[in-house]
């Protein structure tokens, strides 16, 4: 039988950089003091309303700059933590886990360490980004791990050991966070899903104009004896030459193969469509005010999305957002694609083998091309 323990991951609050310190010398702003407080208040009331030992938290270590040893001990405070359970932690530092990326790893060996020891139920970590998020890839995976924290929010990650002492990434995952409170991000989100209907629904206009002409093409028998291979006698048509023929292969030159290719396509348009219109539904509902959300009877919240509360809407938004794009709107373009290939090829009628070469070839540019100049973006304090 496994164990669970809690890892609390904190970026500390905003800074008052007004005068001529070093960073590390800097205490936090009023500002920062607000949003700190804030999550202290509704965190300790969560964990007072959800009591449970595995919730407890029993060390807090904090980064060497001073906001950061701030906000430990107004986090131990609020939270009942034994002062000597709150100690400094030199790895959580920027001046030495930017130059040393291994320290980054060592330290979450260290925290994996210490959580599956008995006398510790959870730890918190108070520091900087994108350290934060690097431990939690560390510890959870990438996919899974991919966690970006704003100034004073807290993330509770739920880890699960093997009987063998093992992380257990199928079971781990982020549980619920608190943040301040910010509408500018919710609105900023709001926007974000309103763009991406506006994409979906371009998208799907555009496949029911192709999806229209498709069909329009099976009514004519002239362009279905086209699409079989032959000419207008009913006579097998020459097929053009990309490589010289470089990769022929009898079976993909046989009349009914490029038919059946197009059918096949329009079957793919059929459900790219699918998928798009399930995509602007899905956002629609995400644009519904959130006092109107709701749960069905009995239903469980499933492992990807945060519970709520603690968390914010604005990250049940986000979560929800990304989920759609990557289960609704990749593959339904994917989809488009693929048919838009397949039409190409038989309406072009092509040599197939030579035809994915020089697909792959374009696809293979333009991976490395995107790879190569594809933003590169990161929360760094």
């Keep these: 039988m496994g164990k669970i323990k809690h890892l609390f991951l904190l970026r500390h609050a905003s800074v008052d950089r007004s005068g001529y310190g070093k960073d590390i010398e800097n205490s936090l702003s009023e500002e920062g003091l607000k949003e700190l407080m804030e999550v202290a208040s509704a965190t300790r009331d969560y964990l007072a309303y959800w009591p ?8 807090i270590y904090y980064s060497p ?8 001990l107004k986090f131990s405070g609020a939270l009942n933590v034994d002062p000597d359970s709150v100690l400094p932690e030199g790895d959580l530092s920027p001046e030495v886990f930017y130059p ?57 990650i739920e880890i699960y050991f093997t009987d063998l002492g093992a992380i257990d990434r199928k079971k781990s995952r982020l549980t619920w966070t ?4 910010d509408p500018v991000v919710i609105d900023s989100i709001t926007q974000k899903i309103k763009s991406k209907m506006e994409i979906a629904k371009t998208f799907g206009s555009v496949i029911t104009l192709l999806l229209t002409f498709s069909l329009g093409i099976l009514i004519d028998e002239s362009k279905i004896n086209f699409l079989k291979g032959l000419d207008k ?3 097998p048509r020459e097929l053009n030459y990309l490589l010289g023929g470089l990769f022929r292969i009898p079976f993909f030159e046989k009349d009914y193969f490029f ?3 197009f059918v096949g396509s329009i079957g793919l348009l059929f459900l790219s469509l699918i998928l798009f219109l399930s995509t602007m539904s899905s956002y629609d509902s995400l644009l519904m005010p959130s006092r109107f959300w709701s749960n069905s009877f009995k239903s469980k919240s499933p492992n990807w999305l945060v519970k709520r509360p603690p968390s914010s809407s604005a990250r049940i938004l986000y979560l929800n957002m990304m989920r759609v794009w990557k289960k609704m709107f990749v593959p339904a373009t994917r989809l488009l ?12 009628h ?26 590169n973006l990161g929360a760094e304090d």
């Design 52 to 59: 449970s030992e595995s919730n407890k938290i029993n060390k």
């Design 350 to 375: 092509f040599i197939l083998l030579e035809y994915l070469v020089i697909v792959g070839l374009g696809w293979l540019g333009y991976f490395l091309y995107h790879k190569k100049y594809e933003p």
């Design 100 to 156: 040393v990326e291994k320290k980054t790893e060592d330290l979450a060996a260290r925290i994996s360490s210490q959580l599956k020891s008995n006398n510790i139920n959870g730890a918190m970590f108070i520091g900087h980004e994108p350290q934060l998020g690097w431990l939690a890839q560390l510890l959870l995976g990438k996919k899974k791990g991919k966690i970006v924290l704003s100034r004073a929010e807290l993330a509770c």
């Design 337 to 348: 694609i693929i048919a838009l290939l397949g039409v190409s090829y038989v309406v072009f």
């Design 233 to 235: 006698e009913g006579h």
């Design 259 to 261: 038919y059946y290719c």
């Design 178 to 181: 608190v943040a301040p409170s």
């Design 65 to 72: 700059y001073k906001a950061c040893k701030e906000c430990a």
